[in-house]
């Protein structure tokens, strides 16, 4: 991964200034000619002339442009939902061109407007950047026939006399050399550009992008595909950053990782005015990414400590916990407290809440037993009868093993009742690789399953963010679903999850990591 990202380079911007004076000695020999009825009137040779003007009358623009996008060559599996949601955020399906690969770092999309793909960029943590996409080929000169064909009319507004711009050559598992660059950028000069070149501060970004395959153990020669478009807009990458648990106020030993929140918020479709709740809450990671949204959040957590932010630190080098250390307090580090409703404790077996559909969505990530019990409140003796008068107050519940299957079922259950209509429910499953197949994932009868990504924890376990929208109102009979129906049966083998776990390879990793900053459970 790391020689990957080595190789995933920018150009050096100098090299445009270099290509910019190559254009500028050229000038001498080219021919202004315009033409009636065509927007083009730049200084080119009267060859690139003819060919451009050939090419005119046989184009035609389209109302819907091509746009590509560029994704970041992690989290693969989590890309493809997240991207989909931010479009049906918008109205829009996905629609890849023919040959679409999702697991390459460059996506052609159609039937979208620069609107939308803006909207998609202004929220997506798995796309880098996006393009006007004016051509593309698997060689350059099957680039240079596309960008020919591309419609002069789209072209010519960004390439105006009195404009400003600038050319970058991006790679993909290659490293360029400085002269390869340049000379990348010489070939594109059949492009009729006339504004003058601005490193610093352009008005419009082009973009030459090769891809040499994501295998970085065998590096093609030559580029396996070739784009060149016009730059939009990038994703929100520097989210992760700003937003990541290193610096974070208030932190735990699962708080969950900054970039997998905000893809867990865009799998779950969190928009302004939504009220999102968190059943797991913990340090409340997962409201901080939903608030940045502009959601309404609120969680419960059973542990006392942490809802109170009181207790031992997870800092390496704190013992306890500061005064002010919770989650109101992580929403105010990011600028989001007013987003903040509250939080409880509360035991997630015996909710609290009133039976009506409150939540836009419900994202979590529920106790595996890993590095924090699964317990509920309730005692195999069965003791039921409530203390009295003075203890209620001090009374501490006794507590019994909350299965993993028993979580999930009422997860799903209580999703069911709680959602809106076409509300949401993400969370993450854990799953012993060898044992896993698809109908390990717990279904509910008014929940449609839309997505299930990996993410590799260790050598053979894993955990599978899921993804469910609600489509039905749970009748009667649907919250004892797995009684009648086996589709629905919850999967025992969840239950050994922590056995699972902790044998082999895992022992070693489970015990080294029982205190750090940064946790994936
Ligand atoms: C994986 S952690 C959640 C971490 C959280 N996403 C964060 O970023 O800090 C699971 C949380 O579930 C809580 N928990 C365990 N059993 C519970 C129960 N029965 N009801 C409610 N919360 C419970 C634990 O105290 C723990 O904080």
Not at 471 to 487: G, N
């Amino acid at each position: 991964m790391h020689q990957m990202r080595t190789q995933d380079t920018h150009c050096t911007i100098k090299v445009v200034a270099v290509c910019y004076i190559k254009i500028l000695t050229l000038l001498p020999f080219m021919v202004i000619k315009p033409q009636p009825g065509t927007l083009f009137c730049s200084p080119v040779s009267s060859r690139k002339y003819f060919e451009f003007g050939t090419r005119m009358a046989l184009t035609k623009s389209h109302p819907f442009l091509k746009y590509l996008l560029h994704l970041a060559h992690d989290n693969l599996d989590f890309r493809l939902p997240e991207i989909k949601a931010l479009l049906s955020l918008r109205g829009k399906p996905f629609h890849p061109y023919e040959n679409f690969n999702e697991k390459s770092p460059f996506w052609r999309l159609k039937d979208l407007s620069e609107e939308d793909v803006r909207g998609i960029m202004a929220r997506s943590v798995c796309a880098k950047s996006a393009f006007e996409l004016w051509g593309h080929g698997q060689t350059h000169s099957e680039l240079r026939t596309s960008l020919l064909n591309y419609p002069l009319e789209n072209m010519s507004p960004f390439m105006q006399k009195d404009s400003t711009y600038r050319i970058n050559v991006y790679t993909f598992n290659k490293t360029l050399e400085f002269t390869d660059r340049l000379k990348r950028i010489d070939a594109l000069d059949y492009l009729p550009f006339e504004g003058t070149v601005s490193l610093k501060s352009p008005q419009h970004i082009f973009c030459l992008l090769e891809d040499y395959g994501t295998d970085p153990n065998s590096i093609p020669e030559h580029p396996i595909h070739i784009y060149f478009g016009r730059w939009i807009a990038d994703g929100q990458r520097e989210l992760i950053r700003s937003h990541s648990v290193k610096n974070r106020h208030f932190i735990g030993n699962t708080s969950m990782d900054a970039g997998l929140s905000l893809i867990m918020a865009n799998h779950a479709k969190v928009k302004e005015n939504d009220l999102v709740f968190d059943p797991f809450v913990g340090t409340g990671s997962l409201l901080v990414a939903c608030s940045h949204f502009g959601a309404y959040v609120c969680g419960t957590d059973i542990d006392y400590n942490t809802i109170h932010g009181k207790g031992r630190s997870s800092r390496r080098n704190q013992k306890w916990r500061g005064p002010d250390e919770n989650i109101r307090a992580n929403l105010r580090q990011y600028g989001t407290e007013k987003m903040y409703l509250d939080v409880m404790v509360s035991d997630a077996s015996k909710p609290v809440w009133r039976n009506a559909a409150l939540f836009d969505a419900i994202i979590t990530d529920p106790p595996y037993g890993i590095r924090e019990s699964t317990r509920r409140t309730g005692s195999h003796k069965d003791i039921t009868k409530p203390p009295e008068g003075i203890y209620v107050e001090s009374h501490v519940p006794v507590s019994q093993v909350y299965h993993l299957s028993d979580i999930f079922t009422d997860l799903l259950n209580f999703s069911a009742q709680h959602l809106v209509m076409g509300g949401t429910l993400v969370y993450w499953l854990p799953v012993y690789q060898p044992e896993y197949c698809e109908e390990m994932v717990p279904l509910h009868p008014c929940l449609r399953l839309i997505s299930n990504c990996e993410q590799t924890l260790s050598s053979h376990t894993s955990r599978r963010l899921i993804t469910m929208e609600k489509i039905k109102e749970p009748e009667e009979l649907d919250s004892s679903a797995h009684l009648a129906d086996p589709c629905f049966s919850p999967y025992q083998g969840h239950n050994a999850f922590r056995e699972k776990y902790f044998s082999g390879l895992n022992k070693k990793c489970g015990k080294d990591n029982n205190k750090s900053d940064v946790n994936v459970e």
